[in-house]
């Protein structure tokens, strides 16, 4: 399997030049992007809610239990545990990729609408689907894949600033979890 | 032309639309709070059997003999409603909390649906808290034990601190959608050797649409900020929704007797073994020591706070002296500033 960073440059590159080719004035092109567009993402929303579907209906209760490193530039400096079940945490993620859809419809719309960018739109038929396509959680329960590995839950998050990673190691569970760091009114 | 004239003129249909709006408006607030208020008053037709033969009074008033189920709740607000029990062996009283959602506002209804599709954890739902507090509330040893649903888990753990002094441990003991949060292997056995009468309404399929959580303990819920907060109190935990069929409303009345009946258990319990009672004293010392450190840093920051405020008042007083008079003060100072470097050298 290829390194998803990588194919998504290529796909970037490549349809780059193709769009160089396509006259976007026609309007029947135009219309066919937007069309395009707009099954894309219709794609992608069928996609997670198949995945949530698949998720309740699966209903497993497994108890998840992961220590979760404080999130940065929040103030926090004790990291927490956060007691789940596998089907807590699917949907959860789902929730999470359906939020980046949203961020990503919402920037496409400013860039089409208001700045009348319309190369962009070609692009973001084909990224967003690949990405959805590839999340570990539609891998699972689409695919079927058995999550070990890669796929093994808590997943990997590839950090920014340099935030710990997600210990799921007995010691620091067993630390964490009688930490006494509930029941605090957040006003 | 006349009023009357223009009137009849005059394009009415954006008031009339907005008339329309007020109307539907106020249409649907009724409704909602209607479904609201409906909501507590099944829960208390159905629960209603157990509180009467529990206990001497049920509801706000000594002696209500009504019927109608409104009269035994304390409204407060369309979203909040509470009722009350008192009168038994061993039961100081009961108080049953109602949290609804705000149905008689659909505006914000549909708006904290919208934003709960986008924020993770935050899932406006009813909630009914039932908190059982014992007469004599240091009768029962201190321990925490809980039966948690799994569906909800790591909110419960979040907004209870108690929850968070606990350790997560499945078991066969309980249906899959449970599980316990305990402090220890022999308060988990000895709690469901004791409560009989609940792990037997435990089993009844359906119960995870009935029952959020099942807690006994000593700690409070919010996050203790004082000493006094962590003294032992044991109070008994019951977090139910709301049944939608008659079997459930069955189902969550059965679990509240048991959870009433357990606190003649509870009392009657022997102590804990040594070992056991040292484990749970290890918890609540270690509790201790962290909100003891808080406390500490809050005082030396206000004392650093008050340091700084003095100076700068000495500050302010010495600004305000003739010129004369603060070179008299600025050679004192510097006089006793030689001397003790004297008296060092000297030592020295």
């Known amino acids: 399997m290829v390194n998803p960073a990588v194919s998504n440059l290529v796909i970037m590159l490549v349809m780059m030049q193709v769009s160089k080719k396509i006259d976007f004035e026609d309007s029947t092109v135009l219309l066919g992007v937007r069309a395009l567009y707009l099954a894309s993402n219709a794609l992608i929303f069928g996609l997670y ?61 400013f860039m089409h609408l208001y700045m009348k960018y319309t190369n962009p739109l070609l692009i973001q038929s084909i990224l967003p689907v690949k990405s959805a396509i590839e ?12 999550a070990a590995g890669n796929l093994k839950r808590p997943f990997k998050v590839a950090s920014m ?4 990673d997600v210990k799921t190691d007995k010691k620091a569970i067993s630390e964490a979890e009688v930490s006494g760091a509930g029941g605090v009114k957040e006003d | 032309m006349g009023p009357l004239q223009r009137a009849r003129v005059y394009d009415w249909s954006k008031e009339f639309l907005i ?19 409906g909501k507590v008053s099944s829960w208390i037709k159905a629960h209603l059997d157990v509180l009467q033969t529990q206990f001497y009074q049920v509801g706000p008033k000594p002696n209500i003999t009504s019927t109608k189920s409104i ?17 038994r062996v061993n039961v100081s009283h009961v108080l049953a909390k109602f949290r609804l959602l705000g149905r008689q506002n659909f505006i914000t ?8 599709i986008f924020l993770q954890g935050f899932n406006p739902r009813d909630q009914i808290d039932v908190v059982i507090t014992p007469s004599d509330p240091a009768a029962i040893d201190p321990f925490v034990f809980a039966v948690v649903n799994k569906e909800n888990m790591s909110r419960s753990r979040d907004q209870n601190y108690f929850l968070s002094i606990t350790r997560t441990v499945d078991s066969d003991k309980l249906p899959p959608s449970f599980t316990f949060m305990t402090e220890s292997a022999e308060v988990t056995d000895t709690v469901v050797e004791l409560a009989k009468e609940f792990f037997q309404a435990l089993e009844t399929p359906g ?25 032992p109190k044991t109070k008994l935990y019951l977090s139910l929704k709301f049944p939608s069929n008659k079997e459930q409303s069955e189902l969550s009345a059965r679990i509240l007797n048991s959870a009433i009946n357990l606190v003649d258990i509870l009392v009657a319990k022997k102590t804990w073994r040594p070992e056991v009672a040292k484990k749970i004293k290890a918890t609540r010392d270690a509790e201790i020591k962290k909100v003891q450190k808080a406390l500490d840093l809050i005082k030396a920051e206000e004392l650093a706070q008050k340091k700084t405020e003095a100076l700068r008042e000495k500050k302010a007083a010495l600004a305000k002296l003739s010129p004369e008079e603060q070179k008299k003060l600025d050679q004192k100072s510097k006089e006793k500033e030689q001397r003790k470097l004297r008296s060092k050298q000297i030592r020295r």
């Open chain 1, 161 to 164: 600033f340099g935030a710990g």
């Open chain 1, 49 to 109: 809610f198949y995945t949530r579907f698949q998720i309740n209906k699966k209903n497993d209760l497994t108890t998840l239990k992961y220590v979760e490193p404080p999130a940065p530039m929040s103030g926090q400096t004790e990291s927490k545990l956060v007691t789940t079940t596998i089907k807590e945490y699917d949907l959860g993620q789902v929730t999470s990729a359906m939020k980046g859809v949203f961020q990503g419809i919402a920037m496409m719309a």
């Open chain 2, 207 to 231: 119960v995870e649409k009935v029952l959020e959580y099942f807690a006994i303990t000593d700690q409070q819920p919010t996050a203790p900020l004082s000493l006094k907060d962590l003294e």
């Open chain 2, 71 to 87: 009269d035994y709740i304390v409204t407060d607000g369309a979203t909040a409603y509470n009722t009350y029990a008192t009168g």
């Open chain 2, 19 to 37: 008339v329309l709006s007020i109307m539907g408006y106020v249409v649907l607030h009724f409704l909602g709070l209607r479904v609201n208020q």
């Open chain 1, 135 to 146: 999340q570990n959680i539609v891998q699972i329960h689409v695919f079927g894949k058995p």
């Open chain 2, 109 to 116: 209804l549909s708006m904290e649906y919208f934003t709960s």
